[in-house]
């Protein structure tokens, strides 16, 4: 802008260039809002509309409060209030520390936040059962997936038991339906409704 007014002499020109180029600025800041705004505004349209159209056509849905809400509140302040602290104690300044910490804060302490969810009721019983069979079926993520897994089922309060060889097609698992349950099994150990 500066090489291409450089040569002019009426000075109003120059300050009417300078203002259009203002204008344009503030005109791309405003549609760029905009633009994010419609963008959340569609995908919340996209949601709501997408759970009342599997309400109606597919199959009754039910939202409980506790798992979906409550349990991953109450395991996420407690989870951050210990990385909190344990950033605290260990961050030193330095590039080392920059790196290492959100490293540690993100990878391995996804285990010590499954372990608080399945602590304040986030899994019942047949989810549980239900995760253990999808880390069976996972393929090259199986390990990370497994410590997920061991963390929600101590932070359950359920020993772990040892993996069936075969996997999930030697578990009985069909889906997730309920059919797993039988007829001498009991039922459900906490509500997903209420809570532990």
Not at 6 to 20: D, F, P, Q, T
Not at 56 to 67: A, I, K, L
């Amino acid at each position: 802008m500066l090489i291409t007014q450089a040569r002019l002499h009426n000075y109003a020109e120059v300050w009417g260039n300078w203002m259009l180029a203002q204008n344009f600025v503030y005109a791309y800041q405003v549609i760029n809002t905009l633009y994010k705004n419609l963008l959340f505004v569609g995908l919340l349209t996209k949601d709501i509309l997408g759970y009342w159209v599997n309400h109606r056509v597919c199959f009754r849905q039910r939202f409980y409060v506790w798992p979906t809400l409550v349990a991953p509140l109450l395991a996420g302040a407690v989870h951050y209030a210990l990385l909190r602290w344990a950033g605290g104690l260990l961050w030193r300044q330095g590039p080392l520390g920059s790196i290492l910490l959100p490293f540690f804060s993100l990878v391995p302490s996804l285990p010590l936040f499954a372990l608080f969810y399945a602590f304040f009721g986030g899994w019942d019983q047949e989810t549980l059962e239900e995760l253990r069979c999808a880390v069976e079926l996972s393929g090259a993520l199986r390990g990370p997936a497994r410590l997920f897994w061991l963390g929600s089922a101590w932070g359950a309060h359920k020993p772990a038991p040892r993996a069936v060889p075969g996997g999930a097609a030697r578990s009985g698992h069909r889906g997730s339906t309920g059919a797993r349950r039988g007829a001498g099994q009991p039922a459900l150990s906490r509500d997903p409704q209420n809570g532990p």
